[in-house]
């Protein structure tokens, strides 16, 4: 079992940055994959950006490549999304997800909203 909080959401004006955070117990979190999702008000909600157990590997979607950044810190527990040059189109919950094998954790989701 593994709990996941994410925080980190704020209002930011266009072309600004956040750091999102998502905080994990229960569990080793070198043990899953992390991914972060997103959903916009009425859209389904879609992956935005991935990274392997160790922290080698990672993925970003098309839409946020060069701008997102995805971390880990797992002696800490923690995963990580640095979001820069941020658009209104960016504007969605957050979700960290945690997955390892048919298991897989959700967060309850930080809000960003992008706007002047």
């Known amino acids: 079992q593994v709990q996941l909080v994410e925080s980190g959401g704020a209002l930011v004006a266009p072309g600004g940055s956040l750091r999102l955070s998502c905080a994990a117990s229960?569990?080793?979190?070198?043990?899953?994959?992390l991914t972060w999702y997103r959903q916009a008000p009425g859209k389904e909600r879609e992956w935005v950006a991935v990274?392997?157990?160790?922290?080698?590997?990672?993925n970003y979607a098309e839409s946020v490549k060069g701008r997102f950044t995805i971390s880990r810190d797992n002696d800490k527990h923690y995963g990580y999304l640095d979001l820069v040059s941020l658009q209104p189109e960016d504007t969605a919950a957050y979700y960290c997800?945690?997955?390892?094998?048919?298991?897989?954790?959700w967060g309850q989701g930080t809000q960003v909203t992008v706007s002047s």
């Open positions: 997800n945690a997955k390892k094998g048919a298991l897989q954790y």
């Open positions: 229960g569990s080793a979190l070198s043990e899953f994959i």
């Open positions: 990274i392997g157990r160790t922290g080698v590997y990672k």
